[in-house]
């Protein structure tokens, strides 16, 4: 009896062995499918000249401006507000690590993005503003991330310059992260996931690796910014792909959704993560859904003949 009960439950570890080896196997598989799916459609192959449908789409005078519904965790609760994301090509100079002003020979085109949030808590009001700048050859990290957050008790301000490490320079009105200047080690960026979906996603890092996240998180949550080990993964369900990132240590999940063919837009996102302090830390889903697309030279629609279209954006 003794000896038929072992090989009973002997041939049930194998059984879960054998499934659980059939599934790792299956999602390589997937994985290796959607790879293979993206290569074939992606814009821009690394250290090489985009292709004309990335050209007629990016290098045509015009930003790409998608407003989203806004649904955003902050001290234990979700507050309702919108979100912006600005996507323009521009020239960077890697030295000065600004726009470039004229034509010069050390340019480097990049695909610049400037994500907005503006929501409520109770009486005083939050904005957010993140840029990143990535080469659009998708031969490097990006070349520069900066945040900022205002609200009524003050200010912060972020950036990460990529030189010979990751230099970092922070500002706060709190005791605790008061001004900070650092260096990292060069690895994944979170805040550039956002640019290389769009410039190249067929070259999304996938697996087990370290990111550094976004600076917008690490400061309204008081964590440290340093590079965390984290597992990624993407899957595709109709016309959407589905980019996720997990971070064990730090409880938390983001997945960026986009459409599946070129030009590649966000269509919104979901983050879960610990919000609040003390009783009233509770984890919480933050959440995008994409209102509205345009494409327009923003830069000369300043006059308030021009007010209208942020009635297309529903803004």
Same mark, same amino acid.
């Given at each position: 009896?003794?000896?038929?009960?072992?090989?009973?439950?002997?041939?049930?570890?194998?059984?879960?062995?054998?499934?659980?080896?059939?599934?790792?196997?299956?999602?390589?598989?997937?994985?290796?499918?959607?790879?293979?799916?993206?290569?074939?459609?992606?814009?821009?192959?690394?250290?090489?000249?985009?292709?004309?449908?990335?050209?007629?789409?990016?290098?045509?005078?015009?930003?790409?401006?998608?407003?989203?519904?806004?649904?955003?965790?902050?001290?234990?609760?979700?507050?309702?507000?919108?979100?912006?994301?600005?996507?323009?090509?521009?020239?960077?100079?890697?030295?000065?690590?600004? @726009?470039?002003? =004229?034509?010069? %020979?050390?340019?480097? $085109?990049?695909? &610049?993005?400037? !994500?907005?949030?503006? *929501?409520?808590?109770?009486?005083?009001?939050?904005?957010?503003?993140?840029?990143?700048?990535?080469?659009?050859?998708?031969?490097?990290?990006?070349?520069?991330?900066?945040f900022s957050a205002q609200e009524w008790c003050?200010?912060?301000?972020?950036?990460?310059?990529?030189?010979?490490?990751?230099?970092?320079?922070?500002?706060?009105?709190?005791?605790?992260?008061?001004?900070?200047?650092?260096?990292?080690?060069?690895?994944?960026?979170?805040?550039?996931?956002?640019?290389?979906?769009?410039?190249?996603?067929?070259?999304?890092?996938?697996?087990?690796?370290?990111?550094?996240?976004?600076?917008?998180?690490?400061?309204?949550?008081? @964590?440290?910014? =340093?590079?965390? %080990?984290?597992?990624? $993964?993407?899957? &595709?369900?109709? !016309?959407?792909?589905? *980019?996720?990132?997990?971070?064990?240590?730090?409880?938390?999940?983001?997945?960026?959704?986009?459409?599946?063919?070129?030009?590649?837009?966000?269509?919104?996102?979901?983050?879960?993560?610990?919000?609040?302090?003390?009783?009233?830390?509770?984890?919480?889903?933050?959440?995008?859904?994409k209102i509205k697309t345009i494409k327009t030279?923003?830069?000369?629609?300043?006059?308030?003949?021009?007010?209208?279209?942020?009635?297309?954006?529903?803004?």
């Open positions: 009896m003794r000896n038929t009960m072992y090989l009973v439950s002997l041939c049930f570890l194998l059984l879960l062995n054998f499934s659980a080896c059939k599934n790792k196997a299956k999602q390589k598989e997937n994985v290796l499918a959607l790879e293979a799916s993206l290569k074939k459609e992606n814009s821009v192959k690394p250290n090489k000249e985009p292709n004309p449908e990335f050209k007629k789409y990016w290098y045509v005078g015009n930003a790409e401006i998608t407003s989203y519904q806004l649904t955003q965790a902050r001290y234990g609760e979700l507050r309702e507000g919108n979100a912006v994301l600005v996507y323009v090509t521009e020239p960077f100079l890697a030295d000065k690590q600004v @726009k470039a002003d =004229k034509p010069n %020979k050390n340019n480097i $085109s990049v695909l &610049k993005l400037n !994500s907005t949030k503006n *929501y409520l808590t109770g009486i005083y009001p939050y904005s957010i503003m993140n840029s990143s700048f990535y080469p659009v050859h998708d031969n490097s990290h990006a070349l520069k991330i900066s003050g200010h912060v301000y972020g950036q990460i310059n990529n030189k010979e490490d990751f230099e970092v320079m922070s500002h706060s009105y709190f005791e605790s992260d008061a001004d900070q200047s650092f260096k990292l080690q060069k690895t994944v960026l979170e805040n550039e996931i956002w640019n290389k979906i769009r410039v190249n996603p067929a070259n999304l890092p996938i697996g087990n690796l370290k990111i550094i996240p976004s600076i917008e998180y690490t400061t309204l949550s008081h @964590k440290k910014l =340093k590079a965390y %080990k984290a597992i990624t $993964s993407i899957e &595709k369900k109709g !016309s959407i792909y589905y *980019y996720s990132i997990s971070y064990p240590e730090l409880e938390r999940d983001l997945t960026i959704q986009f459409s599946a063919k070129f030009p590649y837009i966000i269509e919104g996102w979901v983050e879960t993560f610990n919000s609040g302090s003390g009783a009233n830390k509770k984890k919480l889903i933050s959440t995008a859904k030279d923003y830069w000369n629609k300043h006059d308030n003949a021009h007010l209208h279209l942020r009635d297309s954006l529903k803004l």
